[in-house]
């Protein structure tokens, strides 16, 4: 079974920083792209931002600049670095693997981590 544990969340003050990790582990063969997606209380699960296996990149504009998305094919990890946090920031922050593929399967499935807070305080 695939799974996805994520680490790094906290409560910190406007300005700080944060390091959201997420492991994925299990049979895998090999992962399309990884991501960290954000919800806030009464809001819709929003990107924040995505990197392939080749190593390209997408951000949400709120968070261009700020956030720095990374991975590590070889540990099925991914990171994503929060700088100058802002209090419209706070969400719970999930992970995501898509194009996971499974070894001894052809399919490909998406899997979700089970989301970290992330509070950042005025």
């Known amino acids: 079974q695939v799974q996805l544990v994520e680490s790094g969340g906290g409560l910190v003050q406007a300005g700080g920083s944060l390091r959201l990790s997420c492991a994925a582990s299990g049979p895998i063969f090999s992962i399309n792209a990884m991501g960290w997606y954000r919800q806030a209380p009464g809001k819709q699960r929003d990107l924040v931002a995505t990197?392939?296996?080749?190593?390209?990149?997408n951000y949400a504009d709120s968070v261009k600049g700020r956030f720095t998305i990374s991975r590590d094919n070889a540990k099925n990890t991914v990171y994503l670095q929060m700088n100058s946090l802002k209090p419209e920031d706070t969400a719970v922050y999930y992970c995501?693997?898509?194009?996971?593929?499974?070894?001894?399967?052809?399919?490909?499935?998406?899997?979700w981590g089970q989301g970290t807070q992330v509070t950042v305080s005025a």
């Open positions: 995501n693997a898509g194009g996971v593929r499974k070894y001894g399967y052809s399919r490909y499935n998406d899997y």
């Open positions: 990197i392939t296996s080749g190593g390209s990149t």
